[in-house]
């Protein structure tokens, strides 16, 4: 499977630390992007990295990729309450037409 | 609204039954993809159109599913004879080519009871 797998499965941390979320894929890819989904609702999409880009930064969120590695991690800095959601990493297979996701992190946020 | 709408957003239907689904994407927007999501899981493709052309299909689509684009715009998605284990969310989302991500709908939950 092409898909994306995050890893850990769940994360909780207190209110001001960082998070870190991983992401580790199988074939070639063009892209890789982040979604957050918050319970029961659709996904927002927070960052792209393209597979020629190494690190790319936006507000709070730093997304670095690794592709020797096949690896991607999503790093929330002084994260707050509000960022309690889950988070998808979604490759595509070396195809701009769709994009894989993994099963998320799940990550809480204690005030 | 300039997002992408879903309708309904609660679907509770009896076994055997047919539903369809909505979703409207961002005008502007040619791409449009739908996913399914069951609970703890992510969201897994399941076709996806270019304009009206429905270009590709994933094999968890049988032969009870069908997506319609019919004029490039809004989409529906058809699930005839339901079954207990099409209960999940259905996603919708929308974009441009080569375009920098999805924009989501906040879903249709279908419930086969």
């Known amino acids: 499977s092409q898909q994306g797998e995050e890893d850990p499965q769940a994360l909780s941390i207190q209110e001001g630390e960082n998070a870190t979320m991983n992401c580790s894929y199988k074939?070639?890819?063009?892209?890789l992007q982040w979604y957050r989904q918050n319970s029961g609702r659709g996904l927002v999409h927070l960052i792209l990295?393209?597979?020629?880009?190494r690190e790319k930064h936006s507000g709070r969120l730093r997304v670095t990729l690794d592709t020797s590695k096949k690896s991607s991690s999503l790093l929330i800095t002084a994260s707050r309450a509000a960022d309690t959601a889950s988070y998808f990493c979604?490759?595509?297979?070396?195809?701009?037409?769709?994009?894989?996701f993994g099963s998320g992190t799940k990550l809480n946020v204690k005030p | 609204d300039t997002g992408v709408s879903q309708d309904p957003r609660h679907k509770i239907t009896k076994r055997g039954q047919n539903v369809t689904f909505r979703c409207d994407p961002i005008?502007?927007?040619?791409?449009l993809y739908w996913y399914r999501q069951t609970l703890g899981q992510g969201p897994e493709f399941l076709t996806y159109?270019?304009?009206?052309?429905?270009?590709?299909k994933s094999r968890l689509l049988s032969d009870r599913f069908s997506a319609e684009r019919p004029k490039g715009s809004f989409s529906t998605l058809e699930i005839q004879r339901t079954e207990q284990g099409d209960s999940a969310m259905y996603l919708c989302?929308?974009?441009?080519?080569?375009?920098?991500?999805?924009?989501f709908g906040s879903g249709t939950r279908l419930t086969v009871v």
């Open positions: 989302a929308s974009s441009l080519p080569n375009s920098d991500g999805y924009t």
């Open positions: 074939t070639s890819i063009n892209n």
């Open positions: 990295i393209r597979s020629n880009e």
């Open positions: 979604a490759t595509d297979a070396g195809n701009f037409n769709k994009f894989y």
């Open positions: 005008s502007e927007h040619n791409r």
């Open positions: 159109f270019q304009n009206e052309a429905q270009l590709e």
